[in-house]
């Protein structure tokens, strides 16, 4: 059987046994209202037909008229109300963001006669999970209720027993799902195990999206390497400081509070030696209103030249420190920095004498970490761009012209020789904050790692 899916952006015919993915067809639907949905739908229709005529083999339906393939298929066309609470899902999901590693940030929403009756997310490891915290705010209230749920219910035992027996014994009778489990091991047997237990299952539901909220935890569990952001903040003209080497402040005080939302996300925050000395940060989440959290500060400093004053050395339990250095670094600054606490670790140097990026991903991926934030400076930046090591990238710009040939950028290293080597971002989105604006997308493909 095939799948019809529709979400804010895509169409996509997925084959329901295993998952293939066979077209997708872009959707403008953040443009649509209710007098618009008709037609977007009929845009789907011509699809469809236009898929299988080229594509009889692939799917064995032949030339048939749309109706005859829609009624082979089990159309899922999620309506606003399935978007919105799935939207509300996601919302609690973000909540967990940066919290619940090693698990993925969930949320979940159970509605009743279209209105809310339970909300909840998972906050943090080893504690219960989205849907038994929404189970337990709704009450006996669940029998007879939908859940949307932004990742499909594990239907194992590990830390906290499988979500689908709570959703079975909850007494829901349908479950609409954003993204599917992307473990190979365990895709589909959540959905398949409610399924045959005579729940209404659908899924797929903002799917993009869905995906795109769990991506660290996905790639990890696929390859064993963190998910790399890359964050950096510009004039119009791309320089991060003057020529004199001041940067206090080129962007707003809302932009810098949506770094520290980018901290939360990350289980590290990475800079090089020049930020750390120029700059001295201390390279902590701090905002208004959220739990603290763990996150590990990474040093790149591959002779080891920084003072021990700065406040990076000041070590505590939610504010631990690696210094990355190459293995010819000086013993006795390494013996220095680990008196305070602080974490030394010896890679291979790149090429260029430095710390080779690529080795250091290895590592922090060994090391559990899902995720890491890139904050600088410019040549950590080019490194990790001529690596092809980021998979997501956040450009702020404020509405100002620095100017100067000394004045640094916010990407060096060794760059594309043609601009059509050049990394294109997809799904980019753009965010205001005042007068500065947010540019950011996906380098990475999200597909393969749930292929």
Known sequence: MFELALDYQYATIKDSLNGALFQ???LDYKFITKEHEKTALKRVFYFIDAFLLFNNNALNLGKVPTFLAINKMSAIPFDKTDRKFMSMALGLARKGLGYTTPNPAVGAVIVKDGKVIGRGWHKRAGTAHAEVNAIRDAGSEAKGADIYV??????????????????LEAGIKRVVIGAMDPNPKVKGGGAQFLRKKGLQVETGCLEGECMRLIA?????MRTALPWVRLKAASSLDGRVASRTGHSKWITNEQARGFGQELRQWSDAILVGKNTALKDDPSLTFRKRGRPSKK????ILDSRLSLPLELKVFEVSGEAPTLVVTTLDAPKEKSRALEERGVQVVKLPASPEGQVDVRELMKFLGASGIQSVLVEGGAHVHGSFWDKG???EAFFFFAPIVIGGKEAPSSVLGQGVEKVSQAPRLHEVKCRWFGDNVLLSGLVSNLERFWS
């Open 216 to 220: 660290p935890f996905a790639k990890h």
């Open 24 to 26: 997708v067809c872009p």
């Open 295 to 298: 996150l590990l500060r990474v």
């Open 389 to 391: 090591l980021v998979d």
């Open 150 to 167: 932004t990742l499909e219910p594990c239907n194992h035992t590990g830390r906290t027993p499988p979500c689908t027996r709570a959703v």
